[in-house]
């Protein structure tokens, strides 16, 4: 998972249905997204809530009369991010046009009232509720500040249809809050306790999904594995099979997956279902089992390993990714090597890596911070390196293969080449206008085969096979 500003990219599709400006709008809003895939799906709720109630989405701040950051707390330097933006933002506020900043997410969760004690915000509203969003967002207008930063034990948010902008892929999410409290986390105190959505509801949505021209869906939990539809008490390995049955052609992903729940049950699910793709993250953290136990992850080096057996065994090509922490507190060297050895044992295709920042009011925070920044980042750096290595290593043997490739369109640098994802979650990159100007019989949202013929640690590079 990511805490960069996401860079939404703007592809030529046709399928999916832009989204509707309602005819009696009276307001633009323009909402920024910051944090995990559950806050991208989160901001299209919030766009939800608001175009039903006359706003209409605008692509940047300097059009919008309501400007909407929804933040992330997951390490000091996604909400020191937040607030310089807030600070460029400050002259648009105080600007001749009248306009409203909020903030919403888990920053807005973790800092409350402070928020508004920056004097940079009108509004602060938390991930529970959104629903007032439209209220408070009116009453800004007219000159009140607000807040809701109420966490529910209920709220899905199942009833609202997101507005989605973008491609072929939606996230959905199907539960939200987190009950594991790892000790180095914020995300139970600013999501609150784990609930999930009703099983036919998010099989609805896939359904609807497909029909509307979504051509894939990643199901979005904090830790899915902890899934349930109250009622029936079917599990996640059964929402995903029931998804895939009901839309075999959709593309079906999911993150994240917690090591200690990820049970036989849904390894065996994802082999027996095609549209189920075979990529899989599942967060480590640390290779040292003294560490794990430090950070309440509930699990051993030598489970996590059988774990990944398991999957091999049951989906030998199986692509697999991970998170993983350098410098939680009084890990030796020892442990870092521990880590090392993980990844060279797993040898991920991807890996997200972080360095420990401690955040307040969490168990770790009262641990101690106690390894130097420097060593601290020197044990990030060879653990990148390391990865680096791997997935170039692996993205080398991938020469030759062939992959079905869902067509997301150009690629970024240049619009003669177009990419899209295998369904190992890797972006592959191919000719689109041949020499002689002829262009590729496919549009954006199908499936085509790609024979990879070179890689970077990055990306594939193929060519089409007809
Ligand atoms: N629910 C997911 C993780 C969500 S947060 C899971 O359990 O796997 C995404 C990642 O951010 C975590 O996996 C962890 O690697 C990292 N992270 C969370 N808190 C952090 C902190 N305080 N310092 C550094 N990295 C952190
Ligand atoms: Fe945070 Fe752990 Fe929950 Fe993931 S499982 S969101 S790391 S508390
Ligand atoms: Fe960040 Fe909240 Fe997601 S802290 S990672 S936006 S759940």
Known sequence: MMDTTLDLPVLPLAQ???????????????????????????????????????????????????????TCAIRDNAERKIHERLKALDHLRNG????????????????????????????????DEYRKVPELVEAALHGSHGIAVKLSRVET??????LRTEGIAAWVS?????????TFCVVPFTRGRERSRPLQSIVDECKGLWDSGFREVSLLG????????????????????????AVPQLRIRYTTSHPQDMSDKLIDTMAAYDNICKYIHL????????????????????????????????????????DIIAGFCTETEEDHQATLDVMRAVKYDGAYMFAYSPRENTKA???????????KQRRLQEII??????????????????????????????????????DTNKTVIWQHVADDGGVGDYVVGDVVQVRITRSTSATLFGSLEV
């Open 16 to 70: 999916p249905e832009p989204p509707t400006t309602p005819t009696n709008a009276t307001h633009t809003v323009y909402v920024e997204t910051y944090g995990c895939q559950m806050n991208v799906n989160d901001s299209e709720i919030v766009l939800g809530v608001l175009n039903t109630n006359g706003y209409a989405p605008v692509d940047s701040a300097d059009d919008a009369d309501v400007i909407l950051l929804n």
């Open 96 to 127: 001749k046009r009248q306009r409203v900043v909020g903030v919403l997410g888990c920053m807005a969760e973790r800092l409350r009232s402070s928020m508004l004690d920056t004097g940079l915000v009108d509004i602060v509203v938390g991930p």
């Open 157 to 162: 948010y199942d009833d609202i249809v997101p």
């Open 174 to 182: 199907i539960m939200r809050g987190c009950d594991k409290f790892c």
């Open 222 to 245: 904090q830790n899915v594995n902890s899934y349930v539809d109250e009622a029936s008490n079917y599990d996640f390995a059964d929402l995903l099979e029931a998804c895939a049955r």
């Open 283 to 322: 967060p480590v953290q640390s290779g040292s089992d003294r560490i794990l136990q430090l950070m309440n992850r509930t699990y051993s080096v030598d489970h996590y390993m059988k774990r990944i057996e398991r999957i091999r065994e049951a989906m030998p090509l199986c692509a697999l990714s991970t």
């Open 365 to 375: 925070w009262k641990m101690g911070d106690d390894v130097p920044d420097e060593v």
């Open 385 to 422: 390196a390391l990865q680096n290595d791997v997935s170039r290593e692996l993205n080398a043997a991938e020469t030759g293969r062939l992959h079905s490739v869902l067509v997301e369109g150009p690629s970024k640098r240049n619009s003669a080449e177009w990419k899209g994802r295998t």
